[in-house]
């Protein structure tokens, strides 16, 4: 089994910053693609940026030029730098790895999320 473990989440006034960091655990693994999504009350859930191993990054267009993902492949760890921080920002974060190989097969993982609230 494979678990997600995310970090870092708060309150933050606009304009802030916050970085979220999620690692994964477990044995026998290897993940390619890692990434961020967010829900905010009553909205879907929604893409807000993704990294391959190879440093393949891709974002939402309403955090780009603010949000900067990045990732440690050596501690399957990827984090979330959040800059000029906006109350529309606010939501749960949820970290996401949908390809992750253990044995023959491919599993998708999602961490439990954590929140994120930006004050006006």
């Known amino acids: 089994q494979v678990q997600l473990v995310e970090s870092g989440g708060g309150l933050v006034q606009a304009g802030g910053s916050l970085r979220l960091s999620c690692a994964a655990s477990?044995?026998?693994?290897?993940?390619?693609?890692m990434g961020w999504y967010r829900q905010a009350p009553g909205k879907q859930r929604e893409l807000v940026a993704t990294?391959?191993?190879?440093?393949?990054?891709r974002y939402a267009d309403s955090v780009k030029g603010r949000f900067t993902i990045s990732r440690d492949n050596a501690k399957n760890t990827v984090f979330l730098q959040m800059d000029s921080l906006k109350p529309e920002d606010t939501a749960v974060y949820y970290c996401?790895?949908?390809?992750?190989?253990?044995?023959?097969?491919?599993?998708?993982?999602w961490g439990q999320g954590t929140q994120v609230t930006v004050s006006s």
């Open positions: 996401n790895a949908p390809d992750v190989a253990r044995g023959d097969y491919y599993y998708h993982y």
């Open positions: 477990g044995s026998g693994f290897s993940i390619n693609r």
């Open positions: 990294i391959t191993t190879g440093g393949i990054t």
